[in-house]
């Protein structure tokens, strides 16, 4: 008899609190400095034993070749070093592309992980971190996938012990694709007076003065819905409200349940998402 089996994992997406760019490099990035915290906004992923190596994908609808998505990128990245088997792999798209979420970077993250378990290739997590680095700068931090202070290309960790658990997140997509080089174009680097480390000790309203996103006053230039669904956050009692990443996505803190009106309103004209952290 044979056997086989599978594997689904939900991977997900990921806030900035707080996205400084600090100086640009030699080899043409920008070294940053983040805070990265993961939200419960997932996609699933599935991946199956398959006698040909397949990527297939439902859901949001996913732009380019199939055969370069991040996913098969992963396989062949442990592949080449390990001649895995053939796999299936499934991918049902629910968190925006072009978002500044991460979904993509945690897909392949979760691809390398569900890949050595599934292998028994016993990979550490530095290891798979490593293997992760080479797919995409934000690729790494899906592996322990914990808050973490981030720096350099967005590849140097740092721990951290912020916590928003008891807290409620709105997540709103403006269905605005930025890509990250249309949101560098407006950027000048410089040093922050205060680290973002320093401020996010600091109580979450005290954030609103302090806690910036470079990328955002490049950004709402040319999409003012940025600004109107900040504006309209913080009228409904946001504690902090930014733009994740090179965005669109904005996120909401709040300090108790969201209020059903809110996202009522919000859910007319974009996509949004409610949790409690």
Not at 132 to 159: M, R, W, Y
Request: charged residues 15%.
């Amino acid at each position: 008899m044979a056997f086989f089996f599978i594997m689904i994992s939900f991977p997900n997406a990921k806030i900035n609190l707080g996205l400084n760019i600090l100086s640009k490099r030699e080899d043409g990035y920008h070294n940053i400095s983040s805070c990265f915290y993961p939200v419960p906004w997932c996609d699933i992923l599935e991946i199956i034993p398959s006698n040909h190596l397949k990527f297939t994908s439902s859901g949001i609808n996913i732009p380019g070749d199939e055969s370069n998505n991040l996913c098969i990128q992963a396989y062949h990245l442990l592949n080449r070093d390990f001649n895995i088997p053939k796999v299936h792999i499934h991918l049902h798209k629910i968190i925006p592309i072009g978002a500044g979420l991460g979904g993509g970077s945690s897909d392949c993250a979760f691809t390398l992980k569900m890949l050595n378990d599934m292998f028994c290739l016993n990979l550490s997590d530095d290891q798979l971190e490593s293997y992760a680095g080479k797919l995409g700068s934000d690729c790494p931090f899906f592996i322990k996938n914990i808050p973490t202070l981030v720096s350099g290309t967005g590849n140097q960790f740092e721990h951290t012990k912020l916590s928003l658990t008891g807290n409620s997140i709105v997540l709103v997509y403006p269905k605005i694709h930025i890509s990250t080089q249309q949101a560098y174009a407006g950027i000048v680097p410089n040093i922050p007076e205060q680290s973002i480390s320093d401020i996010l000790n600091l109580p979450i309203s005290k954030w609103k003065s302090k806690l910036k996103n470079d990328f955002e006053s490049s950004v709402i230039e040319t999409h003012l819905d940025i600004v109107s669904i900040k504006e309209h956050l913080y009228d409904n009692d946001a504690l902090y409200t930014s733009m994740s990443g090179s965005g669109s996505a904005v996120y909401g803190i709040f300090e108790n349940k969201v209020a059903g009106n809110l996202l009522d309103h919000l859910s007319k004209k974009y996509v949004t998402w409610s949790h409690q952290l």
